[in-house]
């Protein structure tokens, strides 16, 4: 397709020692790779993990990337901070705007900042559910964040939207609050609507209300960059390249009815005010809001003060969901032993058992909770299910350390002789 200028890729995806042929190609065609984390969970009360911060940096380096990009978000909580077991979202999850909350995600920032090679660029999120006693915009807080930081802002226009549907939140007055000066590049995305929820769901068409977002972005800023993110469900040639040309044709539209300042295309200036480094008692207070958020979205224990129940219900829901599916990209053969039965036996297994230790992790918990239960009832696929854990459980597959043992034995044998 011509005229493809860079791409992203999830950096978690990525093995820098072995870069899938298709980047490698793309690499050589003089196309960009941007490496866009989703785990590294700036906004939650924790320091950011050295080797999480390790990895990001080899990847920037091996895709010899010009900058690497990263979320506004948790997607963990609990641990040492808070004395209670630690749990994952495996989604991204909102900060508070509050004080509390800029004061340590800006510590986190610059903390990965002085990790990383490469300039970071943080992105907006979606989300269903809104913090009670919010003492910020989101503008303002960005606007903060950018300021004592000098951290680049990607700007997602879906996730406008998104929020716009979801939250009621007006995306020209979003827009307007944000601090458009410190642009790194845009997102561009598609969703479906569903019981009155907006889900951004990267798998289908970009619908008419994002591009006019976009048009409005671009009247204002003239974007480095535009990307749209399509992680399945990929339509054919011809249509991605008429969804392509609708996004170039939007941000023509925008540039042409407005006058757009500079884009902001250059690393931003490092920030040089001095800003307050939160403390412990800071970040604890932060950690034990953010736990008790998530653990009534994964464990089933009560609602938080102030949180809206229905939607933390569909919210509860939808990681639900969302859970069973990646297990079911990353173990793909549990869905073809379990048939029909993979869904509701492992939705049934997660209610109150939260994810601790990522997807693949949870893959081989969920088969060890059926194995101990007795289910399915069908024998034949017990045994595969056993067969399958047995294969991924150690820490080498099974099947090589069959080969291993069979190699020593037939050198014993030749020796002998």
């Not at 226009?157 to 020209?172: F, I, K, M, Q, S």
């Not at 990307?227 to 023509?252: C, H, Q, S, T």
């Amino acid at each position: 397709m011509p005229g493809i200028d860079w791409v992203e890729a999830v950096s978690e995806n990525l093995c820098p020692g072995h870069l899938p042929d298709s980047l490698l190609r793309l690499r050589d065609r003089g196309v960009t790779v941007v490496p866009h984390g989703v785990s590294l969970g700036l906004g939650g009360a924790a320091r950011p993990d050295a080797g999480r911060l390790t990895a990001l940096a080899e990847r920037a380096q091996a895709l010899g990337s010009p900058l690497v990009t990263e979320h506004i978000a948790f997607v963990r909580a609990g641990g040492p901070l808070t004395a209670s077991p630690l749990m994952e979202a495996g989604h991204l999850l909102p900060v508070p705007r509050t004080r509390d909350a800029l004061d340590v995600l800006c510590e986190n920032v610059r903390i990965a900042q002085d990790a990383l090679p490469v300039p970071l660029a943080v992105e907006n999120i979606a989300a269903l559910v809104s913090w009670p006693g919010e003492e910020m915009t989101e503008g303002q807080f960005l606007y903060e964040l950018a300021d004592r930081t000098g951290v680049r802002l990607l700007i997602d226009v879906a996730n406008l939207h998104t929020n716009h549907v979801n939250r009621g939140e007006d995306p020209a007055e979003a827009l307007a609050g944000l601090p458009l000066e410190a642009i790194a590049y845009v997102h561009v995305a598609g969703g479906f609507e569903r019981d009155g929820v907006w889900h951004d769901s990267h798998a289908h068409p970009v619908p008419q209300p994002v591009l006019d977002i976009l048009t409005d972005l671009a009247s204002r800023v003239s974007p480095p960059g535009v990307l749209l993110e399509r992680d399945e469900n990929f339509p054919e040639g011809k249509e991605l390249e008429g969804e392509v040309a609708a996004i170039r044709a939007a941000v023509e539209k925008g540039q042409a009815s407005g006058t757009a300042l500079a884009g902001g295309g250059a690393p931003a200036p490092r920030a040089t005010r001095d800003a307050p480094r939160p403390g412990d008692a800071v970040r604890q207070r932060l950690g034990l809001a953010q736990a008790a958020l998530l653990s009534a979205l994964v464990a089933g224990t009560p609602v938080p003060e102030g949180f809206d129940r229905v939607r933390l219900g569909v919210q509860a829901r939808a990681l639900a969901g969302k859970r069973a599916d990646v297990v079911a990209k990353v173990a793909p053969e549990l869905p073809v032993i379990l048939g029909a039965e993979y869904r509701p036996a492992f939705l049934a297994y997660a209610e109150g058992r939260p994810m601790t230790g990522g997807y693949r992790r949870d893959a081989l918990g969920f088969v060890e909770h059926l194995m101990r239960t007795g289910r399915p009832r069908d024998a034949d696929v017990r045994l595969e299910l056993r067969e399958w854990w047995l294969e991924r459980s150690g820490p080498v597959p099974r099947s090589e350390r069959r080969r291993a043992r069979w190699a020593r034995a037939t050198r014993r044998v030749l020796l002998r002789r």
